[in-house]
């Protein structure tokens, strides 16, 4: 079975900076630059036939998210992967994103105060990872609750990747789930 992803805003979240990058480290060469629109990416296979992608390089055009489309579902199939193994491999930011999970660790507070960093593990598109994050007062004593007695977590945030590591900022709604 091969997931189609048509979500709209996880499409308008891929950077087209990271796109480029990635096409770059898969082997893929810019061909030519259609003013400050697209750039036309080119890999030539080994069995002698040409690829052709077309990058967006502006989020807020209203095609972006439907051009983006196209590129993950070609690529998808030029790379012989699932879509959604692509635009795992693309995604760098998911603002205002709802996470559950079960937190795995925390780090000692911070001196004085009573705030500390936490991971946790859930699921992000589609996939069981780790998410670091930093909780404050209230949050904090919810966490080290869960923590003790293995209590699901739900809470709001910007998730953000840094370095291969997904991270919670702005984090709102911490709240423990009952079984």
Request: proline share 4%.
């Amino acid at each position: 079975m091969n997931l189609i992803v048509k979500d709209i805003d996880l499409l308008k979240n891929i950077q087209p900076e990271t796109v480029a990058n990635y096409l770059t480290n898969q082997g893929w060469q810019q061909q030519r630059r259609i003013e400050s629109q697209t750039i036309i990416w080119v890999k030539i296979s080994i069995e002698s036939s040409n690829f052709t992608l077309v990058l967006p390089l502006h989020p807020e055009v209203s095609d972006f998210p439907i051009t983006m489309n196209l590129l993950v579902e070609n690529l998808a199939k030029i790379e012989e992967k699932s879509q959604l193994e692509i635009i795992q491999k693309l995604i760098t930011n998911l603002p205002n994103l709802e996470v559950q999970g079960l937190i795995v660790e925390i780090k000692s507070p911070q001196g004085d105060q009573l705030s500390g960093e936490i991971t946790l593990m859930g699921v992000v598109i589609n996939k069981l990872k780790k998410i670091e994050t930093e909780l404050f007062d209230r949050d904090y004593i919810l966490a080290i609750k869960a923590y003790q007695e293995r209590l699901p977590v739900s809470c709001s945030g910007d998730l953000v990747k840094e370095n291969n590591s997904f991270v919670l900022k702005n984090i709102s709604d911490f709240e423990l789930l009952s079984l």
